[in-house]
């Protein structure tokens, strides 16, 4: 059964860089069917999209955060990673990582979040 | 503001049915993207609920269904239970944007 797993820092200074790694289970991340992306939802708010990568390396980024995102896969640990640089009170929120199916670019599996607070 | 607008709350007595409703635009469900539909039961992660406008994953009752007609979806859920208490979502992909995006989401109520 498909597992992923978020982990990194919950807490984060202004202007500093968000990490996160999820680690993929029960399953291949070379496997050409999918995506894996993040999707983050600030508290009591919506979901937004944050990215997807392929196992091949190639992302494709939310217009909105674009400029300060990076999604990169790591095939050998089976885990992919997201940076987000420059962060502010803004980007506090739960992440999450998910398996993007793709054709449909839908999210068929959800890490169960972790919640990361950006505050000095 | 979501590009895709839905509903903020929605509420229902047990064995009723509810629905709803995704608004988008010719650049996102109108353009023929498909719809995805996400259920959020309080303090987890979202679930699948239903793909390509219509489809349930397997384990997913059949109480909950879906269309999309021009540039609007629907979901109906039939024979509310208590348990379907919960934030549901929609998400396409929108070709102006270049992006997936979701609706800001609706918050059932079981009465």
């Known amino acids: 059964?498909?597992?992923?797993?978020?982990?990194?820092?919950?807490?984060?200074?202004?202007?500093?860089?968000?990490?996160?790694?999820?680690?993929?289970?029960?399953?291949?991340?070379?496997?050409?069917?999918?995506?894996?992306?993040w999707v983050r939802q600030p508290p009591g708010k919506g979901l937004e999209w944050i990215g997807r990568v392929?196992?091949?390396?190639?992302?494709?980024?939310?217009?909105?955060?674009?400029?300060?995102?990076?999604?990169?896969?790591?095939?050998?640990?089976?885990?992919?990673?997201?940076?987000?640089?420059?962060?502010?009170?803004a980007d506090t929120a739960v992440y999450y990582c998910v398996r993007v199916d793709f054709g449909e670019l839908l999210y068929d599996h959800w890490g169960q979040g972790l919640l990361v607070t950006v505050s000095s | 503001q979501s590009v895709l607008t839905q509903p903020p709350s929605?509420?229902?007595?047990?064995?009723?049915?509810?629905?709803?409703?995704?608004?988008?635009?010719?650049?996102?469900?109108?353009?023929?993207?498909?719809?995805?539909?996400y259920q959020q039961l309080p303090r987890t992660a979202p679930k699948l609920l239903?793909?390509?406008?219509?489809?349930?994953?397997?384990?997913?009752?059949?109480?909950?269904?879906?269309?999309?007609s021009g540039t609007s979806a629907s979901l109906a859920i039939t024979g509310l239970q208590a348990e379907d208490e919960a934030h549901y979502y929609c998400q396409s992909y929108d070709s102006t944007l270049t992006s997936s995006v979701f609706g800001g989401g609706t918050k059932l109520t079981v009465l």
């Open chain 2, 50 to 68: 239903i793909y390509a406008n219509s489809n349930r994953p397997s384990g997913v009752p059949a109480r909950f269904s879906a269309s999309k």
């Open chain 1, 54 to 89: 392929y196992y091949s390396g190639n992302a494709y980024y939310n217009p909105s955060l674009k400029t300060r995102v990076t999604i990169f896969v790591d095939t050998s640990k089976n885990q992919f990673s997201l940076k987000l640089n420059s962060v502010t009170a």
């Open chain 1, 1 to 37: 059964q498909l597992q992923l797993q978020e982990s990194g820092p919950e807490l984060v200074k202004p202007s500093e860089t968000l990490s996160l790694i999820c680690t993929v289970s029960g399953g291949s991340i070379n496997n050409g069917d999918y995506y894996w992306g």
């Open chain 2, 10 to 37: 929605v509420s229902g007595a047990p064995g009723q049915r509810v629905t709803i409703s995704c608004a988008g635009s010719s650049s996102n469900i109108g353009a023929g993207y498909a719809v995805h539909w």
